[in-house]
């Protein structure tokens, strides 16, 4: 397994931009499919953005596709989550998670990192 350790979130009025990091330690980071996902208050996790480990798939929740990007740089062990036209709906933690399989589905996620907030406000 890796370490996930996300960074970048905090305050944005909505149309503005944010971008998340995962750091991960290890040095197997390239065999990981990453993933970001997501949970607001009273709300299930769900899935925002899926990279493949050499990045070259990506997949993305219709809520989000054409408004964020997610990324990798193997070189650097991390993965981004570039965010733009934010809308208050996009307020919640934002996690990421690795897997060995190119996945859309929690359960199939055995690294998380602790999270980041984001609030995006109207």
């Known amino acids: 397994q890796v370490q996930l350790v996300e960074s970048g979130g905090g305050l944005v009025q909505a149309g503005g931009s944010l971008r998340l990091s995962c750091a991960a330690s290890?040095?197997?980071?390239?065999?990981?499919?990453t993933a970001w996902f997501r949970q607001a208050p009273g709300k299930e996790r769900e899935f925002v953005a899926v990279?493949?480990?050499?990045?070259?798939?990506?997949n993305y929740a219709d809520s989000v596709k054409g408004r964020f990007t997610i990324s990798r740089d193997n070189a650097k062990n991390t993965v981004y989550l570039q965010m733009n036209s934010l809308k208050p709906e996009d307020t919640a933690v934002y996690y990421c998670?690795?897997?060995?399989?190119?996945?859309?589905?929690?359960?199939?996620?055995?690294?998380w990192g602790q999270g980041t907030q984001v609030t995006v406000s109207s």
């Open positions: 290890g040095r197997t980071f390239s065999s990981y499919a």
């Open positions: 990279i493949s480990r050499t990045g070259g798939m990506t």
């Open positions: 998670a690795a897997s060995l399989s190119y996945s859309r589905y929690p359960g199939d996620f055995a690294s």
